[in-house]
């Protein structure tokens, strides 16, 4: 019964998508006159609910971004670059990077000079993409108009929809924003209480009390103090915060996670910290610092308290700055313009609460563990993961740069080295700077060095293709591989590995990671289905479309599905989004934009797929036999398994 429910559930949702044209975005036009020879063009993109258009900034490997084209002439010049708004930036979990988008709506402006009086036209165009929660639209051409100098200079172009349809689903990436933030809050408090466990910090603590316990006369007054003490290292801490965010300000903060060479020098930054943190130098600040510091602590009252707590981010900075540094840089490559002040809070937060607390009752301290060893490991354990972390950020300025020096394998075989060598310190078979001699290790050690080693050993099938799903938010993605089909080839029950495949036809390839023979040809694809005897199964899909991965990742990789693709029927896969060009001899004139021609591989499988079967949505899946009649109704996004199934079982009889 529930297979059933679950049938007869996608023959309706295939009821409600077949056929659909969605057009959820119209643009609209204006000119601003800023002075005698200058203008705005404003570009308005309103967009409907649930679905989100991407920005002009995405990286590399990612969705389509929207990008505005204007001719050229001898009326005006272009200034600058076409601006746009702050939108919404989110971690893409199939893309696995920072992915800024616009909800609802988008105003986008170009400054121009004009070259003369007269009133004229400029002409351009836009190219956008648009997803929902189901499904991701073709990259789509739109002309924009501007009258210069004209009354009434506003225009409005909407695309042209005969079968306007309604469409409701939630986004593909939901508005995050203050899930972002509580991230950082949380990764940034954690840091502040390694930074407590450091060599620098923790001796720090006993000092400091024993100084309000002489200061201050009543018990009450030591507490006062001990919260203003506390209060004044947050004000320290998350002024710098603030001031990160506004140097940088919003548009800074949003293009450094895609920006190369803010990657390459975050990259050299972390690597500078970890080797800080593994004993080579310590980075200090001057010491004259720290004297003037605390002759203004020496006032007393609350500037003096104040000062206090700034000689302790001085004193402190060796073991704190690497961690506030790499806070900031990780918090600041959100593209969040409050992210640094946020990290600066959970940071500062965790050293004050203990500070504070300990102040205020001082008996607390005889539970406090002596100092030791044990504080500089937890240092070199810091400097271990701030060199692990410093990679992804190189591994970021690979893949916008496409160069493919770390790939996912050499990615990975780096951080089972770094890992795998942080077990052995645990261990205690190598000894670091500043590291005290010791005839044995102490049983958090041993476990923390056993979590090492079982994260490295987890770690090594990736070299194979495993996922790994625990990290899969820092080595780049499986098809950014040394092989030329990917990574994750391997044999599953009665799936195919890749060995299997005795010769591969021409127009075909292997698909990574499934191993599945798919054709990006149509006509050479119809063509292996008639010679092999077997239906057909068009995929319309899109390198830059989130929930064709899903499909790919969650439903394609099951057994019982991969089975079928690879030995039941013959997969053709038309990417809408396919920026080639065509062949000069295979341009063709637009059906649906007349007057247009068809520029790319991606445009004539998109016009194809709109025209034959009256829908312009990705993913989308079509069964048919060697006639290219339909043996089932199409289907789109379709997570569910065993309805997925169903529909490839049920199309396959009817072939039979």
């Given at each position: 019964?529930?297979?059933?429910?679950?049938?007869?559930?996608?023959?309706?949702?295939?009821?409600?998508?077949y056929?659909?044209i969605?057009?959820?975005?119209?643009?609209?036009t204006?000119?601003e006159?800023?002075?005698?020879?200058?203008y705005?063009l404003?570009?308005?993109?309103?967009?409907?609910?649930?679905?989100?258009?991407?920005?002009?900034?995405?990286?590399?490997?990612?969705?389509?971004?929207?990008n505005?084209?204007?001719?050229?002439?001898?009326?005006?010049?272009?200034?600058?670059?076409?601006?746009?708004?702050?939108?919404?930036?989110?971690?893409?979990?199939?893309?696995?990077?920072?992915?800024?988008?616009?909800?609802?709506?988008a105003?986008?402006?170009?400054?121009i000079?004009v070259?003369?009086?007269?009133?004229?036209k400029?002409?351009?165009?836009?190219?956008?993409?648009?997803?929902d929660?189901?499904?991701?639209?073709p990259?789509?051409?739109?002309?924009l108009?501007?009258?210069?100098?004209?009354?009434?200079?506003?225009?409005v172009?909407?695309?042209?929809?005969?079968?306007?349809?309604?469409?409701?689903?939630?986004?593909?990436?939901d508005?995050?924003?203050?899930?972002g933030?509580l991230?950082?809050?949380?990764?940034?408090?954690?840091?502040?209480?390694?930074?407590?466990?450091?060599?620098?910090?923790?001796?720090m603590?006993?000092?400091?009390?024993?100084?309000?316990?002489?200061?201050?006369?009543?018990?009450?007054?030591?507490?006062?103090?001990?919260?203003?003490?506390?209060?004044?290292?947050?004000?320290?801490?998350?002024?710098?915060?603030?001031?990160?965010?506004?140097?940088f300000?919003?548009?800074?903060?949003?293009a450094?996670?895609?920006n190369?060479?803010?990657?390459?020098?975050?990259?050299?930054?972390?690597?500078i910290f970890?080797?800080?943190?593994?004993?080579?130098?310590?980075?200090v600040?001057p010491?004259?610092?720290?004297?003037?510091?605390?002759?203004?602590?020496?006032?007393?009252?609350?500037?003096?308290?104040?000062?206090?707590?700034?000689?302790?981010?001085?004193?402190?900075?060796?073991?704190?700055?690497?961690?506030?540094?790499?806070?900031?840089?990780?918090?600041?490559?959100?593209?969040n313009q409050?992210?640094?002040?946020?990290g600066?809070?959970?940071f500062?937060?965790?050293?004050?609460?203990p500070?504070?607390?300990?102040?205020?009752?001082?008996?607390?301290?005889?539970?406090?563990?002596?100092?030791?060893?044990?504080?500089?490991?937890?240092?070199?354990?810091?400097?271990?993961?701030?060199?692990?972390?410093?990679?992804?950020?190189?591994?970021n300025?690979?893949?916008?740069?496409?160069?493919?020096?770390?790939?996912?394998?050499?990615?990975?075989?780096?951080?089972?080295?770094?890992f795998?060598?942080?077990?052995f310190?645990?261990?205690?078979?190598?000894?670091?700077?500043?590291?005290?001699p010791?005839?044995?290790?102490?049983?958090g050690?041993?476990?923390?060095?056993l979590?090492?080693?079982?994260?490295?050993i987890y770690?090594?099938?990736?070299?194979?293709?495993?996922?790994?799903?625990l990290?899969?938010?820092?080595?780049?993605?499986?098809?950014?591989?040394e092989?030329?089909?990917?990574?994750?080839?391997?044999?599953?029950?009665?799936?195919?590995?890749?060995k299997?495949?005795?010769?591969?036809?021409e127009?075909?390839?292997?698909?990574?990671?499934?191993?599945i023979?798919?054709f990006?040809?149509?006509?050479?694809?119809?063509?292996?289905?008639?010679k092999?005897?077997?239906?057909?199964l068009?995929?319309?899909?899109?390198?830059?479309?989130?929930?064709?991965?899903?499909?790919?990742q969650?439903?394609?990789?099951?057994?019982?599905?991969?089975?079928?693709?690879?030995n039941?029927?013959?997969?053709?896969?038309?990417?809408?989004?396919?920026?080639?060009?065509?062949?000069?001899?295979?341009?063709?004139?637009s059906?649906l934009?007349p007057?247009?021609k068809?520029?790319y591989?991606g445009?004539?499988?998109?016009?194809?797929q709109?025209?034959?079967?009256?829908?312009?949505?990705?993913?989308?899946?079509?069964?048919?036999?060697?006639?290219e009649?339909?043996?089932?109704n199409?289907?789109?996004?379709?997570?569910?398994?065993?309805?997925y199934?169903?529909w490839?079982?049920?199309?396959?009889?009817?072939?039979?």
């Amino acid at each position: 019964m529930k297979k059933l429910f679950l049938f007869i559930s996608a023959i309706l949702l295939t009821a409600i998508s077949y056929s659909q044209i969605h057009e959820p975005v119209k643009w609209s036009t204006d000119v601003e006159k800023v002075s005698d020879t200058e203008y705005n063009l404003l570009i308005k993109a309103t967009i409907e609910d649930k679905w989100h258009l991407y920005s002009q900034h995405v990286p590399e490997d990612g969705p389509i971004p929207t990008n505005f084209t204007f001719e050229k002439n001898d009326d005006f010049d272009l200034i600058g670059e076409t601006s746009e708004e702050e939108g919404h930036t989110v971690d893409d979990p199939v893309f696995n990077m920072k992915i800024k988008y616009f909800e609802n709506k988008a105003i986008f402006k170009q400054r121009i000079k004009v070259l003369k009086e007269d009133s004229f036209k400029i002409k351009g165009e836009v190219e956008f993409m648009v997803c929902d929660d189901a499904q991701c639209l073709p990259p789509t051409f739109v002309d924009l108009e501007f009258p210069i100098g004209e009354k009434g200079a506003a225009s409005v172009i909407s695309i042209i929809n005969e079968n306007k349809t309604e469409v409701t689903a939630t986004p593909v990436n939901d508005k995050k924003p203050d899930k972002g933030l509580l991230s950082i809050f949380i990764i940034a408090f954690l840091s502040g209480f390694a930074a407590l466990l450091t060599p620098c910090v923790f001796p720090m603590i006993p000092m400091t009390v024993s100084f309000f316990t002489k200061q201050s006369k009543t018990k009450a007054a030591g507490i006062k103090n001990a919260i203003i003490y506390g209060l004044s290292i947050v004000v320290i801490y998350v002024g710098l915060g603030i001031l990160i965010s506004l140097i940088f300000g919003p548009n800074a903060l949003n293009a450094l996670s895609t920006n190369v060479w803010f990657n390459i020098i975050f990259f050299l930054l972390l690597v500078i910290f970890a080797i800080s943190f593994l004993g080579a130098f310590e980075i200090v600040l001057p010491s004259s610092w720290g004297t003037k510091v605390d002759k203004q602590a020496d006032r007393g009252g609350l500037i003096g308290i104040f000062f206090m707590a700034l000689a302790l981010a001085i004193v402190s900075f060796s073991c704190t700055g690497p961690i506030v540094g790499t806070i900031l840089v990780e918090a600041a490559a959100g593209g969040n313009q409050i992210g640094p002040i946020v990290g600066m809070l959970g940071f500062s937060l965790a050293i004050a609460i203990p500070f504070a607390l300990f102040a205020a009752f001082p008996g607390w301290l005889n539970s406090l563990p002596k100092s030791g060893g044990w504080l500089n490991t937890v240092k070199v354990v810091l400097g271990f993961l701030e060199l692990a972390l410093a990679f992804k950020f190189l591994s970021n300025a690979d893949l916008v740069l496409q160069l493919h020096w770390l790939e996912r394998e050499v990615f990975i075989a780096i951080w089972i080295a770094i890992f795998g060598t942080l077990a052995f310190y645990l261990f205690g078979k190598i000894q670091l700077p500043h590291d005290s001699p010791n005839g044995h290790i102490s049983v958090g050690r041993l476990c923390l060095g056993l979590i090492s080693l079982t994260f490295t050993i987890y770690m090594i099938p990736g070299l194979w293709g495993a996922p790994l799903n625990l990290i899969s938010a820092f080595p780049p993605a499986q098809h950014y591989s040394e092989s030329p089909y990917g990574v994750g080839f391997a044999k599953s029950g009665n799936v195919l590995s890749v060995k299997e495949h005795s010769e591969i036809p021409e127009g075909a390839h292997i698909m990574a990671p499934h191993n599945i023979l798919a054709f990006n040809d149509y006509d050479k694809g119809l063509a292996y289905a008639k010679k092999v005897n077997k239906p057909v199964l068009i995929d319309f899909t899109g390198h830059a479309c989130v929930n064709c991965r899903k499909m790919e990742q969650n439903v394609w990789a099951k057994d019982k599905v991969l089975n079928v693709l690879k030995n039941e029927v013959v997969l053709i896969s038309l990417y809408v989004d396919d920026k080639r060009k065509l062949p000069d001899d295979e341009e063709i004139d637009s059906k649906l934009r007349p007057g247009k021609k068809l520029r790319y591989i991606g445009q004539k499988w998109s016009e194809f797929q709109t025209i034959k079967y009256g829908a312009n949505a990705q993913p989308f899946y079509v069964l048919m036999d060697h006639n290219e009649e339909n043996l089932i109704n199409p289907v789109a996004y379709t997570p569910d398994v065993d309805a997925y199934y169903n529909w490839l079982k049920q199309g396959i009889d009817n072939f039979k």
